[in-house]
């Protein structure tokens, strides 16, 4: 069993940055793929980006490339979205879920946090 709790959302102006973060329960945090997903209002939760369970590889929805970073420190349980230069159409709820293959399928993955709101403004 895998407990999530999200931290870090808010509201920052279009061009700001925000660092999303999300420790986890757990002595098995390592052997786990971590991703993060979002989901508008009104709109299907979207695949963001997600990283392997050493941190080797991370890949990223083509929206937020070159915008978005995702890393974990293993030693912390944590995983991190550092998101820069938002637009409005990054406003969401922000979802961290952990799984054993990091893809980019929501149903692929186990656990999932309680989600944590970012709001962009223009």
């Known amino acids: 069993q895998v407990q999530l709790v999200e931290s870090g959302g808010g509201l920052v102006q279009a061009g700001g940055s925000l660092r999303l973060s999300c420790a986890a329960s757990?002595?098995?945090?390592?052997?786990?793929?971590m991703a993060w997903f979002r989901q508008a209002p009104g709109k299907e939760r979207e695949f963001v980006a997600a990283?392997?369970?050493?941190?080797?590889?991370?890949y990223y929805t083509d929206s937020v490339k070159g915008r978005f970073t995702t890393s974990r420190d293993n030693a912390k349980n944590t995983v991190y979205l550092q998101m820069n230069s938002l637009k409005p159409e990054d406003t969401a709820v922000y979802y961290c879920?952990?799984?054993?293959?990091?893809?980019?399928?929501?149903?692929?993955?186990?656990?999932w946090g309680q989600g944590t709101q970012v709001t962009v403004s223009s």
């Open positions: 879920t952990a799984g054993v293959v990091a893809i980019t399928t929501p149903g692929a993955y186990s656990y």
């Open positions: 990283i392997t369970q050493s941190g080797g590889s991370t």
């Open positions: 757990g002595r098995t945090f390592s052997g786990y793929a």
